[in-house]
């Protein structure tokens, strides 16, 4: 193997050392919150249902979707933890359509977006109640587990 391919073998190795640590921290701080956080920047989001239908699902339309529960997903195409996010979302999408919506946004092609809902850090989830309202934020990958229990510790029951 040439010089240049082992330069990348480690790059990508400190990478991946670098995502783990980060995931491992995010899960202690997150561990440490409060059991239901609530919109931890109140100013970042409006009421307005027109502000979370921005990408309606297929097979919805708006005046439907817009009386789900939603839960939004922001965050990168090439952001390894983002990239560990979608097959989540797809699922999600497909075996929870019926119960909430399922949106993603990519942020470095919709920096607009970033800003609109005040994001610090990717990928975020967002879930908003069925009239719009932010109801938890969390920061960092966040697995299919843990998002069905948290619309379950905000007191909505899903179909599984």
């Known amino acids: ?91 999600l999408k497909q075996n929870y359509n019926e119960q909430f919506k399922v949106t993603f946004i990519d942020v470095w092609e919709n920096q607009n977006q970033a800003k609109k809902y005040n994001i610090k850090m990717i990928p975020t989830q967002i879930f908003f109640d069925s009239n719009g309202n932010e109801l938890f934020r969390h920061e960092g990958f966040y697995s299919k587990e843990d998002i069905l229990d948290k619309w379950k510790e905000l007191g909505i029951e899903l179909k599984r």
């Open 1 to 91: 193997m040439n010089k240049a391919g082992k330069i990348i073998i480690v790059i990508v190795l400190i990478a991946i050392v670098g995502v783990v640590i980060a995931i491992k921290q995010r899960e202690k701080s997150s561990a440490s919150e409060p059991a239901a956080v609530t919109n931890s920047n109140p100013g970042a989001m409006t009421s307005s249902k027109s502000q979370i239908l921005e990408n309606p699902s297929s097979g919805q339309t708006e005046e439907n979707s817009a009386k789900l529960l939603h839960l939004i997903d922001l965050g990168a195409g090439k952001c390894i933890p983002c990239k560990m996010m979608k097959p989540i979302l797809d699922d």
